[in-house]
C-alpha cells in the first residue's frame, strides 16, 4: 500500500506542478513577484520578512499564492478554502498522533515538523501521501500494532486539542481577517507569512505540553482513552464541520438560489467549486485566484485520498491480526457514507479510532489476544 501512497506523491509533478505551468498560473505568479504588487488588488506586495533571502523569496510566492484565497475576490476559492482547512487540520492531527506512539519513536515518523513544512511548502497532496507511506515502511504501529506500541502519552492528549487551537485555528482565522476593513493589506501579508510554518508551532506546543504536564498527570488507562477519544472527537468535527459548510453553502445556490446575489450563484456553483480540472482539458486562467483554484483541488483531492488510504491500510491490518478477517463488503459501505458526510479526512479519523479501540480493547494486557492466537496455535 505505500507504494501507492508513493505514486499519489509523485501524481503531484503531472496534475499540480506541471499542470500550473501550463494552464498560466506560474507565469501570473511570477509577473506578481517582477512588478512586487498583489495579484488580486492593486496593492504592493511584500518582500522582506526575515531578512534572508531564499526564506523571504518563498515566503512572498506562497503570499502571491494565497492572498487571493483570503481577499474574497473569488467566493468560490474561498469555500473551498474553508473545506480545506479542516481537511488538513485533521489530517495532521493524525500524523501528530502517530508521532507520539510508543512503537514510532526513534523513526522517521517521529518528526512530523519535516513533513509538515514539506506539506506547506511543496503541497499538501505531496507530503502527506509522502509521510503515510513512510510511516506504513517503518512503523510496528502499522504493522504489528498492540496496546503498548500504539499509547500515546496522557500529557500529550490532554493538551492536543488545545494546541491545535493555538498553533493552527488561531493563525488561520487571523490570516483570514478582511483586509483593509479589520487588518491592514501589509499586516493580512504578515499574517500569512506567519501562518505557515504551523506545523513547526504545533510540534514545539506538543513537546512543551509534554515535558511540562507529564510529572502531573498519571497514564492511568481508562482517562489516558478518555483522553484520547476527545482527540479524535475533536479532529472529526474539524473534519466534518468544515466539510459539511463547504457542501451545503455551495448546494444551496442550486436548491434555494434566492438565498444569493447573483454574482455569487456562479462562483458557488458545486460544479465550481469543488469539480477536478483535467490537465489534458486545454484550460487557461486569466487570474492568479482561479489558477490558484485549479491548484487547490488537485492538492485536495489527492492528499485527502493519501490519508483515506493510509487510514484503510491501519484497519484492515488491525483487525486481519486480531480478529483474522475484514468484512470489505461493509466497509466499503461505510467508507463511502462517511466521506459523503464528513469527506475523506472524516473518513480516516474514523477509520484510525475504531483501529485504535480495537487494538486496545483486543491485546490490553494481552489476554483476548493472546487466547485467541494460543487457539489458532493449538
Not at 136 to 161: E, F, H, K, Q, Y
Not at 222 to 246: D, E, P
Request: aromatic share 12%; glycine share 6%; hydrophobic share 50%.
Amino acid at each position: 500500500m505505500r507504494y501507492v501512497l508513493f505514486s499519489l506523491s509523485a501524481l503531484v509533478f503531472y496534475t499540480v506542478f506541471y499542470f500550473a505551468s501550463i494552464n498560466g498560473l506560474d507565469a501570473l505568479a511570477r509577473k506578481s513577484l517582477e512588478f512586487g504588487t498583489l495579484p488580486s488588488i492593486n496593492a504592493p506586495l511584500r518582500t522582506v520578512y526575515t531578512g534572508i533571502e531564499a526564506v523571504d523569496h518563498v515566503l512572498a510566492l506562497l503570499t502571491v499564492f494565497f492572498y487571493p484565497t483570503l481577499d474574497g475576490h473569488n467566493p468560490g476559492l474561498l469555500l473551498h478554502g474553508v473545506g480545506f482547512s479542516g481537511t488538513f487540520g485533521a489530517t495532521w492531527t493524525l500524523i501528530v498522533l502517530e508521532s507520539w506512539r510508543k512503537g514510532n519513536s526513534g523513526t522517521i515518523a517521529a518528526y512530523p515538523t519535516i513533513f509538515g513544512l514539506i506539506a506547506q511548502v511543496f503541497t499538501f497532496a505531496f507530503g502527506i501521501p509522502l509521510t503515510c507511506g513512510l510511516q506504513l515502511g517503518c512503523s510496528i504501529t502499522a504493522r504489528r500494532p498492540d496496546a503498548d506500541n500504539i499509547r500515546v502519552p496522557r500529557a500529550v492528549l490532554a493538551a492536543l486539542p488545545l494546541i491545535f487551537v493555538v498553533g493552527y485555528m488561531v493563525p488561520t482565522a487571523v490570516m483570514a481577517l478582511p483586509a483593509p476593513s479589520v487588518i491592514s493589506v501589509d499586516l493580512k501579508q504578515i499574517a500569512i507569512a506567519i501562518w505557515h510554518p504551523w506545523p513547526a508551532y504545533v510540534s514545539i506546543l506538543t513537546t512543551v505540553a509534554y515535558f511540562t504536564l507529564s510529572p502531573f498527570l498519571s497514564n492511568n488507562s481508562r482517562v489516558t482513552m478518555s483522553s484520547l477519544r476527545w482527540v479524535y472527537a475533536f479532529a472529526f468535527v474539524n473534519a466534518s464541520l468544515s466539510h459539511i459548510v463547504s457542501w451545503v453553502v455551495s448546494l444551496a445556490t442550486v436548491i434555494v438560489p434566492v438565498l444569493f446575489e447573483d454574482r455569487f450563484l456562479g462562483s458557488l456553483h458545486p460544479t465550481n467549486v469543488f469539480s477536478i480540472p483535467l490537465p489534458w482539458s486545454g484550460l487557461t486562467v486569466d487570474n492568479v485566484g482561479d489558477g490558484v483554484h485549479a491548484f487547490l483541488r488537485w492538492d485536495h483531492i489527492i492528499g485527502s485520498t493519501g490519508v483515506l488510504i493510509w487510514a484503510i491500510s491501519l484497519y484492515t491490518v488491525a483487525h486481519k491480526q486480531i480478529l483474522s478477517t475484514v468484512s470489505w463488503p461493509s466497509l466499503l459501505v461505510k467508507i463511502a457514507l462517511l466521506t459523503v458526510l464528513a469527506g475523506p479526512a472524516g473518513a480516516a479519523v474514523e477509520l484510525v479510532w475504531e483501529r485504535d479501540e480495537l487494538v486496545f480493547t483486543e491485546t490490553t494486557g494481552g489476554s483476548k489476544y493472546q487466547v485467541s492466537k494460543a487457539k489458532k496455535s493449538t
